[in-house]
């Protein structure tokens, strides 16, 4: 059972992101902010959950979360600030959406850029430790995976329905043979498929 809470004085929102690791697409974030004592036997991290269930709890966390948004930052976007600066700036429009603001930022990893003047706590694997950040990071998952099938049958080559736009042999081998589409996130490289990935 993952953590109702990091602490209690303040509305705590927690957030996560999608899309670091992929050479096409939107970088996503979400946040969410649960009722104070929630709790939730089925969420966990994204990662280690099937497409069915993500689904499922997307509608659960929507219905039962005080707040939620999520929002995305473009390949342009990280072309021009990078993926690191992109990822900070994608939690910051979740953020900047909230229809009740946040207090205290819970933020998955080890590294984060202060939002305004909220204070904040990193957490290594949060997303397996905290329910908000487990639910922010079902929901940038989802969001972000149907983005990439809604943009996959104009581009067909790279398989986007199956590899989302990660680095797959298959994904990469399409870019060596195509070129890469206005989608493409530039700055980022593309090895030989053959070899391991970056």
Request: net charge neutral; with cysteine.
């Amino acid at each position: 059972m993952l953590l109702s809470y990091y602490q209690q004085e303040c509305i705590e929102a927690g957030c996560d992101e999608a899309g670091r690791g992929c050479l096409a697409g939107p970088v996503f974030a979400a946040a969410v902010i649960f009722p104070p004592e929630y709790s939730n036997p089925l969420l966990n991290d994204s990662k280690q959950l099937s497409l069915k269930k993500r689904l499922s709890l997307r509608s659960v966390i929507e219905q039962e979360a005080l707040a939620y948004a999520v929002a995305s930052v473009s390949a342009q976007e990280i072309d021009n600030i990078n993926i690191l600066n992109a990822s900070y700036l994608a939690m910051h429009r979740a953020l900047d959406a909230l229809h009740t603001p946040a207090e205290f930022i819970l933020v998955d990893g080890n590294r984060f850029k202060a939002y305004r003047e909220v204070p904040h706590e990193c957490i290594v694997k949060g997303d397996g430790k905290y329910l908000s950040i487990a639910a922010a990071s079902i929901l940038a998952k989802t969001y972000r995976d149907e983005y990439m099938d809604n943009l996959a049958p104009n581009y067909p080559h790279y398989e986007w329905t199956s590899n989302k736009g990660y680095p797959t042999i298959k994904h990469r081998s399409a870019v060596l043979t195509h070129g890469l589409s206005p989608h493409h996130r530039k700055t980022f490289r593309v090895s030989d498929p053959q070899l391991k990935l970056f």
